[in-house]
Antibody, heavy 119, light 108 residues
Framework: QVQLQESGPGLVKPSGTLSLSCAVS?????????WSWVRQPPGKGLEYIGE???????NYNPSLKSRVIISVDKSKNQFSLKVSSVTAADTAVYYC????????????WGQGTLVTVSS | EIVLTQSPGTLSLSPGERATLSCRAS???????LAWYQQKPGQAPRLLIY???SRATGIPDRFSGSGSGTDFILSISRLEPEDSAVYYC?????????FGGGTKVEIK
């Protein structure tokens, strides 16, 4: 059974860097899937951040590309997200998810973690 | 990028009624890359439909998807109280992947 679990600080100071990890279980992160980050500001809709393949190939949302780094650690079966120069607008629930190769939808999601940007 | 516009913003219906949710794309989307999700408060989104009309594992047949090109529909027949949620469409036929703004379904 595929499971994803986000972890990381729930509070980040403005201008700082948000760092999250997503632990994957039940499947190898080296399987034929992409692994993605999606966020949701409180009371708002879903926003795609980016995705990574185990080979290191990465796609980013152009709206966030200049501030985002996604990486993979195959030895730990996890992938990570860093967002730099954060502001209050980056306050959101951050989800990690698996992207199905068949039709590029998200078939498994983590439970999500709320990250608040505040001093 | 492809903008997905969902309508209506809110749908208020009674149990047993049929809900019809619309997702309109700013450019043509390959049907293979259009999905629908259900999200309840405090929960992660749940995949309902992928490839425009294929139901995900464990999804009741009350949920159905249709459409092509720029117009897609999610139908929920025989609404039940637990169908109260926000529903999102998503496309990845063209990069970057995008989501619609969501339709809230309220059960009277």
């Amino acid at each position: 059974q595929v499971q994803l679990q986000e972890s990381g600080p729930g509070l980040v100071k403005p201008s700082g860097t948000l760092s999250l990890s997503c632990a994957v279980s039940g499947v190898s992160i080296s399987s034929d899937n992409w692994w993605s980050w999606v966020r949701q500001p409180p009371g708002k809709g879903l926003e795609y951040i980016g995705e990574i393949y185990h080979s290191g190939s990465i796609n980013y949302n152009p709206s966030l590309k200049s501030r985002v780094i996604i990486s993979v650690d195959k030895s730990k079966n996890q992938f990570s997200l860093k967002v730099s120069s954060v502001t209050a607008a980056d306050t959101a629930v951050y989800y990690c998810a698996r992207v199905s190769q068949t039709s590029r939808h998200f078939d498994y999601w983590g439970q999500g973690t709320l990250v608040t940007v505040s001093s | 990028e492809i903008v997905l516009t969902q309508s209506p913003g809110t749908l208020s219906l009674s149990p047993g009624e049929r809900a019809t949710l619309s997702c309109r794309a700013s450019q043509s989307v390959s049907s293979s890359y259009l999905a629908w999700y259900q999200q309840k408060p405090g929960q992660a989104p749940r995949l309902l439909i992928y490839a425009a009309s294929s139901r995900a594992t464990g999804i009741p047949d009350r949920f159905s998807g249709s459409g092509s090109g720029t117009d897609f529909i999610l139908s929920i027949s025989r609404l039940e109280p637990e169908d109260s949620a926000v529903y999102y469409c998503q496309q990845y036929g063209s990069s970057p992947l995008t989501f619609g703004g969501g339709t809230k379904v309220e059960i009277k």
